[in-house]
């Protein structure tokens, strides 16, 4: 903005200072905890089969997280990472898209990928690292990625996807695509400085891209309060001149909202958008958390009240799209599928030797190629120091 | 052919690059209108447009970022960095992004697009943070590519093939030849090969290697040498990563010494690496320890340059060590 455009109040003669809490910042609400639509609150664009199937992503999200925590603890997985209370934001945030827009995730969106029909056995190749791994077996399991779904791979560093995002969706832009990238992080992984290059590039650019933030309360063991001091993220949206929405992160229907009126926003004005989803996240960081060493059961059970999915549940209901049988029909169902995949996806084969050189470059190097060679004749030599290659080598 | 400097020479490459494909971009601090500090993307702005050539945020690691998006997405982004010595902001961006972005997924999603200039190096009497030579970090990160040309027909080149090669590339530009570095260069598209060194000049009793800026203290040094009837062997590596083990070690097999001359530091520089390659691949040729004439293990001084550089009176020096070992 040039500064002559700057928008300026009231000259003063006496030094007044603002902060971030000078901006009232409204939260869109559209379902009640009860599951009856506030007055007068804008329904998103949803029908009974859209609205099956944001739901039928719900349950297999909590089976597919209630089983694979379970493998873990029975020493069959190594790590998981559930997102238990926050699945509102990335099942309801993926609806408000088209099949074409580009998703840049953190971590904890698996739920994304359901809703795009990412396949059990996807899930459970790369968990298990076997070779049939999308990613070749490369990364912790939870580090999904799709070509096929618009999915990008997902890398643990934090914030990384934050300016790439900004980057993919200028390329849309100009390719003159309909599509948007959506960029999911959380509350903490906007104090990386990859959160500000990311949005301050995108808003200079204007780049149809949707950064959507999980403020779920926590970054591991270190809650918000010791993370930021202004008013969320979203007053930071606004300092980059970014349009910008908050949005109850438990309600499905206002997450939906936001999403769809951001990307028509984002594709039309070629602008990006911020998006804050209030929210909590119920469970552990990871398998290898324990929140109760720095939350109490308090907290927890007053965000448990807070159900994201209990609430659209009563919704589902009322409407009578959804009842208890069918409930408990799909849970049974799902849950045996995913008990079944387990034991197939941990019995497959870890991917061959060769594959610990292909894909740094194109073609591997000579270099690469030596080295690979030096390593068989070694494997050889001891086979029954690799078991899972020695058999294997040609 | 036409007479070019070496800035010229890129800006011509950058040229031939977005009038080939609308999808090519360049883009980085002061790169639009302006031309860049150093003007290589002089008249791009002008000619592609605003889209396609444009100044972006003081933000090293959101350009890589943005630019890693782009190339992700299946455009061509041509990112400058303003000086090598600013690259670190987005070190990130490079070693954890960048260069691992086709392993992690694998081959799902890439960013072999990806050409990242910058200008490096000293001589400009820019004092430790407008001199650095920083291409040993990145070779120390397996999925990038690093380059470096010494001359203008060089430069047009290799950046072609950077600009067209499937894996992304750290091109680094030896600014203290920008206008200095003046030769024929033709006017039409050609690329050199990346990973491939180049015998410069053939000899018999020392094989002097380096590459960059320094490729002209080295033919300076080798004349030097001539005179005292030495005949040195003068290789290019031009690229860093991957380097030319093969090229080198015949030479080294045939001269039976070596030489290797960088402007970074000495202590962990790719000099290093080259010395501790080439002492396994030719151990029995050898008729003297490989000498290594590097920067000095300091930050890059301003009031004594001359005296911290690895001109060619040190790496003469050495040559006749090496050769009266």
């Known amino acids: ?394 | 052919m036409a007479q070019m400097n070496l800035l010229q020479a890129i800006n011509n490459a950058l040229d031939i690059a977005m009038s080939e494909n609308d999808r090519t971009l360049c883009f980085g601090e002061d790169v639009g209108h302006f031309g860049g500090v150093f003007r290589a993307t002089s008249g791009l702005q002008e000619k592609h447009g605003k889209a396609r050539c444009f100044n972006t945020p003081l933000v090293e690691q959101g350009i890589i970022g943005f630019a890693n998006g782009l190339a992700a997405q299946g455009s061509v982004p041509i990112a400058e960095i303003q000086f090598a010595d600013y690259i670190f902001p987005a070190f990130d961006q490079i070693v954890n992004e960048t260069a691992k972005f086709r392993y992690r997924s694998g081959n799902q999603f890439n960013v072999g697009n990806l050409t990242i200039r910058t200008p490096y190096g000293g001589g400009i009497a820019g004092g430790l943070y407008h001199s650095q030579s920083p291409e040993a970090y990145f070779a120390h990160t397996p999925g990038l590519k690093v380059v470096v040309p010494r001359n203008p027909y060089q430069a047009k080149g290799l950046l072609l093939a950077a600009i067209r090669d499937k894996n992304p590339v750290i091109f680094f530009e030896p600014k203290r030849l920008y206008r200095a570095s003046v030769g024929e260069v033709p006017e039409e598209d050609y690329q050199l090969p990346l990973g491939k060194a180049e015998v410069v000049k053939e000899g018999k009793d020392i094989t002097l290697l380096a590459w960059g800026a320094q490729m002209e203290i080295i033919e300076k040094a080798a004349d030097l040498a001539e005179k005292s009837g030495i005949s040195c062997e003068v290789i290019d590596l031009r690229s860093i990563l991957p380097w030319d083990v093969d090229t080198v070690s015949a030479s080294v097999i045939k001269t039976g010494r070596l030489l290797i001359n960088q402007e970074a530091p000495l202590t962990n520089g790719f000099a290093s690496e080259i010395a501790a390659t080439i002492q396994d691949e030719c151990f029995l040729h050898l008729e003297s320890p490989i000498e290594r004439v590097c920067g000095m293990d300091t930050p890059y001084p301003l009031a004594l340059e001359k005296e911290y550089v690895a001109d060619h009176l040190k790496v003469f020096e050495a040559i006749k060590r090496s050769v009266n070992f």
């Not at chain 1, 996807?161 to 999911?184: E, H, N, R």
């Open chain 1, 1 to 394: 903005m040039n500064r002559d455009e700057y928008k300026q109040g009231l000259d003063v003669h006496t030094p007044v200072f603002i902060d971030g809490h000078s901006v009232e910042i409204p939260v869109l609400k559209i379902l009640n905890h009860d599951g009856t639509v506030f007055p007068g609150a804008e329904l998103p664009e949803i029908n009974q089969e859209l609205a099956v199937k944001i739901y039928q992503s719900f349950v297999f999200h909590r089976v597919l997280d209630e089983r694979m925590v379970a493998s873990q603890r029975q020493g069959r997985l190594s790590f998981y990472l559930t997102a238990l209370g926050e699945e509102a934001t990335t099942i309801g945030g993926t609806a408000g898209l088209k099949p074409q827009d580009m998703i840049m995730a953190q971590y904890r969106e698996q739920g994304a990928l359901i809703f795009r029909g990412f396949s059990l056995e996807n899930f459970m190749n790369q968990m298990f690292s076997n070779e049939k791994d999308l990613g070749k077996g490369r990364q912790m399991p939870i580090h999904y990625g799709s070509n096929d779904l618009n999915y990008m791979t997902v890398s643990s560093p934090l914030a990384t996807q934050i300016p790439q995002a900004s980057g993919y969706a200028y390329g849309q832009k100009l390719q003159g695509l309909d599509a948007v990238t959506l960029c999911y992080f959380g509350e903490g992984a906007a104090s990386e400085g990859d959160f500000h290059a990311g949005l301050n590039m995108a808003a200079v650019h204007n780049a149809p891209v949707i950064f959507f933030c999980r403020n779920n309360g926590y970054a591991i063991s270190t809650p918000s309060d010791e993370q930021f001091r202004g008013n969320g993220i979203a007053s930071r949206g606004v300092g980059y001149g970014i349009k910008t929405i908050r949005v109850d992160g438990n309600d499905v229907l206002a997450v939906l909202k936001a999403t769809q009126v951001a990307r028509d926003y984002a594709v039309k004005e070629h602008k990006p958008v911020l998006i804050e989803g209030m929210t909590y996240r119920l469970g552990a960081h990871s398998t290898s958390d324990d929140p109760t060493g720095y939350r109490t059961r308090e907290e927890e059970d007053k965000w448990q009240k807070n159900d994201p999915v209990l609430r659209m549940k009563k919704w589902m209901e009322a409407n009578n799209w959804w009842d208890d049988s069918q409930e408990n029909e799909l849970k049974e169902q799902y849950k045996e599928k995913i008990l079944a995949a387990v034991k197939v996806a941990e019995k497959i084969d870890k991917p061959p030797v060769e594959d610990l050189i292909t894909d740094v470059y194109d073609i591997p190097t000579p270099q690469l190629t030596r080295q690979l060679n030096e390593l068989k004749e070694h494997i050889k030599k001891y086979p029954y120091a690799y078991p899972f290659t020695a058999g294997r080598i040609k």
